[in-house]
């Protein structure tokens, strides 16, 4: 018997909470007890732990993931007048630090089937003001890295990863996060791993970039009172690098319960009617930060699944380009059709690697209702 009564959140950090619980508040109480707050230990840490996990020989801890992203533009000297491309399809923070610095974010239209960025429209994108290529690897699976570095690397351009929503995530084996010039992530609470608050962190393959965001994290600083550059005071605190490095441990069989979930989804919708599935693209590890399909009466399918206790989403309902800030860009809805296609029919359903089989079983079956009734 499915019970209907209880909610079935988006995702669920109380449940993770209680299976890590002592584990976490040891590691805070530590901090508490050295008194170290600020950068110290426990973030250098944390750095070598997550720099080891991703397969980079360097991992920088900052405040938050749109912290990451804008140092990272900063130390590619992003500025005024230049240009970084990047994708519509994505949280309005991959673009913010683009304007921020004064450059123009050019947006390029998705793949329909993966939702990330399609490489074969960035070349025509290319001018000599641009500076960057900024892939967002969305909902966990990998953006085509391999033809995005090529088309970097012909017209001399950095490529900073947006992994926001990729830890773990593979190509050909490879982490997403060591293939970039630089690479930034996310560790707000809700990501695959978060932190108790804001955090962040940026690697990549480029050390002296990463060099310069080392310093530029840290007010431009060599020494307490020396300081080379202008900097910002962007630096991961040490109770979130100590929650992260505990829940580090955890991640890989958090993501393989994710994929497990994914795979239920997709056996028990496979064959439905109205729904489109995910798609994985070969030689990829998808980690599932979201599970999303496409339904044609999108709003009225995830009022249904709202009302019934399903906590469904949408990831996201307005792109970049229609945003209030961006429409003095003038785009179109002919500018970014498959973008503007995704953003009108995707739901996101319930994932967390503590989902049940019973709560996938009752989405489905929630699901199915809603596609019979709207």
Request: hydrophobic share 40%; aromatic share 6%.
């Amino acid at each position: 018997m499915i019970n209907s009564s209880i909610k079935i959140p988006l995702v669920d950090l109380k449940a993770q909470y209680q299976s890590i619980r002592q584990e976490v508040n040891e590691s805070i109480e530590r901090v508490l007890e050295n008194t170290s707050f600020i950068m110290g230990e426990e973030v250098k840490k944390f750095e070598a732990s997550f720099a080891n996990y991703i397969n980079t020989d360097e991992s920088l801890g900052v405040a938050s993931g749109t912290a990451a992203l804008l140092l990272a533009l900063k130390a590619c000297d992003v500025g005024p007048s230049d240009e970084v491309i990047t994708t519509a399809h994505t949280f309005f923070a991959t673009a913010e630090p683009i304007s921020i610095l004064g450059a123009t974010p050019i947006f390029v239209d998705i793949d329909p089937l993966t939702y990330n960025i399609n490489p074969d429209l960035i070349e025509a994108k290319i001018t000599e003001r641009t500076k960057a290529i900024i892939p967002v690897h969305l909902y966990g699976q990998p953006a085509d890295m391999r033809k995005i570095m090529k088309i970097a690397n012909k017209h001399n351009l950095y490529v900073i990863e947006d992994v926001a929503q990729g830890h773990g995530a593979e190509i050909d084996g490879q982490r997403c996060g060591s293939i970039g010039h630089l690479s930034c992530f996310s560790f707000y609470p809700g990501k695959n791993l978060g932190a108790y608050g804001d955090g962040g962190g940026v690697s990549g393959t480029n050390t002296e970039l990463l060099a310069t965001v080392r310093k530029l994290r840290d007010h431009g600083r060599v020494s307490k009172y020396e300081h080379d550059i202008i900097g910002l005071g962007e630096r991961l605190d040490g109770l979130q690098a100590a929650i992260l490095d505990v829940k580090l441990k955890y991640l890989e069989e958090w993501t393989e319960a994710r994929r497990a979930a994914a795979d239920k989804y997709v056996e028990r919708l496979t064959g439905v009617d109205g729904v489109l599935l995910p798609h994985v693209t070969q030689n990829v590890r998808h980690v599932y930060h979201l599970f999303v399909i496409q339904v044609e009466n999108r709003d009225a399918t995830l009022k249904y699944l709202n009302e019934n206790a399903i906590g469904a989403g949408i990831h996201y309902p307005i792109p970049l380009h229609k945003q209030p800030a961006y429409a003095k860009l003038g785009y179109n809805k002919q500018s970014l059709p498959h973008t503007e296609t995704a953003a009108d029919k995707i739901v996101s359903l319930p994932m967390f690697p503590e989902i049940t089989d019973q709560q996938i079983d009752r989405v489905v079956q929630t699901l199915k209702e809603a596609l019979d009734k709207c």
